[in-house]
């Protein structure tokens, strides 16, 4: 079985100031790792995703995440956040075989102000 | 489609009532699934299918739930004589395969009063 553990419930951060978001995880098997992001009223978004291959993956708006197999960690970071980045961010995992059902963390909301 | 629709986008029931919620997956997607996001369980899987069968309903909180999916496309989450601590937003996904990465609808918000 797999656990997602998400620190923090909530980050409020100055816009243009850099952000890191904690996740660990926990599993007895190897595991895919995912980032996802609900915006006020809308649905669960796909940010970033690890599945192999390089350990530091990064999305299109400037969000970049690393995978550290030893720390069983994938925090989520951007240097330079902005009022728009305001939202719920979710960790989640899934075993890379088999059927990979997504078990999430309980969710780190995101508040930049001006 | 373009993404994944869920239909109604808000639906509130009288304690008792019976509910259908229906999902709409990408086209061409063959793996959904179901999930409920709730203020004090978090992010929850419910049930998934393959096509049309689903291997896997462990998810489910109680005999109350069941799902079914017809063609290999459209799904139906339906709650029999619905509870206060059924309300929450549920939240449907697909994938191409099994093992794809999963892209949501944007959740029924089901309010049971």
């Known amino acids: 079985a797999q656990s997602v553990t998400q620190l923090d419930s909530q980050v409020p951060v100055f816009e243009e100031a850099p952000v890191e978001l904690r996740c660990n995880y926990s599993?007895?098997?190897?595991?895919?790792l995912f980032w996802y992001v609900q915006y006020p009223n809308q649905g669960l978004q796909l940010l970033l995703k690890y599945l192999s291959g390089s350990t530091l993956v990064e999305s299109i708006n400037g969000f970049e995440a690393e995978f550290n197999k030893s720390q069983t960690s994938f925090h989520l970071r951007k240097p330079s956040v902005h009022i728009s980045d305001t939202a719920e961010y979710f960790c989640?995992?899934?075993?890379?075989?088999?059927?990979?059902?997504?078990?999430f963390g309980t969710g780190t909301r995101l508040l930049v102000s001006p | 489609g373009a993404g994944v629709s869920q239909s109604p986008s808000n639906k509130v029931t009288e304690k008792g009532k019976d509910v259908e919620l229906r999902c709409d997956p990408i086209?061409?997607?063959?793996?959904l699934y179901w999930y409920r996001q709730s203020l004090g369980q978090g992010l929850e899987f419910l049930i998934y299918?393959?096509?049309?069968?689903?291997?896997?309903k462990s998810g489910l909180p109680s005999d109350r739930f069941s799902a079914e999916r017809t063609g290999g496309s459209v799904s139906t989450l339906t709650i029999q004589r619905t509870q206060q601590e059924d309300s929450a937003v549920y939240l449907c996904?697909?994938?191409?395969?099994?093992?794809?990465?999963?892209?949501f609808g944007p959740g029924t918000r089901l309010l049971v009063l």
């Open positions: 599993s007895s098997v190897s595991v895919y």
């Open positions: 989640a995992v899934s075993p890379n075989k088999g059927f990979q059902k997504l078990v």
């Open positions: 996904a697909s994938s191409l395969f099994v093992g794809e990465t999963q892209y």
């Open positions: 299918f393959q096509g049309n069968s689903a291997p896997d």
């Open positions: 086209s061409g997607h063959t793996a």
